[in-house]
Structure formats: structure tokens, C-alpha cells
């Protein structure tokens, strides 16, 4: 009797075929109820349904939006550091220098009165602690041609910080 309910159903729809849309296929595949004995669809079970989808959606995107922000704003101080260190980089390539620079060697930075900069081979305890000016600094060149001030040469590098703290904030 089901099947031939199924098949009475299938002719009925084939004949409304102007006005809309209409299921050719087996009441079993068909997208809304085709039949009387069919589970019946209560529109408000639907609607909470539907505002049920929608909270835990905007719940799982806010959450990975939030991870991004974090994200974004690790980075930019990351990107805001990098162009501070590249400033200083540059600041210090300009510096009068006299002598070959070579990569692994640390150089001191001395101030004369009108604001020049220039490095020097020996540091202020070379000078018996009275430098002819200003000390402003020693510094280590590196392979990169980047500078690393002394006070910073045993501080681990920190990018493998910054990796495992954005690590941490994607199991979030």
C-alpha cells in the first residue's frame, strides 16, 4: 500500500510541474513531507531549530575570530619592533666608521657634541673609563648586516616565544 500511496504521490506532483520546483523522486529522497503518514513539521520546531543553528554558529565564529584579533595584534607588534630594529639598523650603518666592519665583531658607538655618531674598536673601559665623547652603545654585527646591542647578545631569541604563544592561542 506504501509503495503505491509513493507512486500516486510522484503523479500527483509531475502534473503541477508549472509552478515551482516539485520532487520527481522517490517520496523516501524528497526534501519535505510527500505523505499524511510523514513526521509533521511544526513551524516553531523549525524557527527554534534554525535560532538554535544560528547561536552556535555565531558562538564558533566568535571564537575564531577572537584567536585572529590575537593573532593580528601579536603580529603587529611584531611587525612594529621589526621596523624599529630595522630604524636603529640603518641609523647605525650610517655611523662614521673608519676601519672594515666585520660580521661577528662588536663595535662601540660614540656621540660627538654635534650629533654625529661614529664606531670605534675600543670601549669605554679601553679609554681608562673617559671617552673622547659620548659612549651611546656597543654592538655586535651580524651575518645579516642587523645589529644586536651587547646588553641583548644573552637573551635568547624570542620568535620561538612568540610561535609557541600563538600556539597556545589557536587551541583556544
Not at 555565531?58 to 630594529?85: C, F, G, M, P, Y
Not at 650629533?115 to 654585527?141: E, I, N, V
Request: with cysteine; aromatic share 8%; proline share 4%.
Amino acid at each position: 500500500m506504501y509503495g503505491a500511496y509513493n507512486g500516486a504521490m510522484s503523479e500527483q506532483y509531475k502534473k503541477h510541474e508549472g509552478k515551482g520546483e516539485v520532487h520527481q523522486g522517490s517520496a523516501r529522497t524528497a526534501p519535505y513531507p510527500v505523505s499524511r503518514l510523514g513526521a509533521s513539521v511544526d513551524l516553531v520546531d523549525l524557527a527554534q531549530q534554525i535560532s538554535s543553528a544560528d547561536s552556535h554558529i555565531n558562538t564558533r565564529v566568535s571564537a575564531k575570530l577572537q584567536v585572529i584579533a590575537e593573532q593580528i595584534r601579536l603580529l603587529q607588534q611584531e611587525a612594529q619592533a621589526a621596523l624599529e630594529d630595522a630604524q636603529r639598523d640603518q641609523a647605525l650603518h650610517r655611523a662614521q666608521c673608519n676601519f672594515k666592519r666585520i660580521p661577528g665583531r662588536i663595535y662601540h658607538l660614540y656621540e660627538r657634541m654635534d650629533g654625529s655618531t661614529y664606531f670605534s674598536m675600543l670601549g669605554p673601559k679601553d679609554w681608562g673609563g673617559k671617552p673622547p665623547h659620548q659612549f651611546a652603545g656597543s654592538f655586535r654585527l651580524e651575518n645579516d648586516m642587523s645589529w644586536t646591542a651587547e646588553a641583548d647578545l644573552d637573551q635568547p631569541d624570542d620568535s620561538r616565544e612568540l610561535v609557541r604563544r600563538l600556539l597556545l592561542q589557536r587551541d583556544l
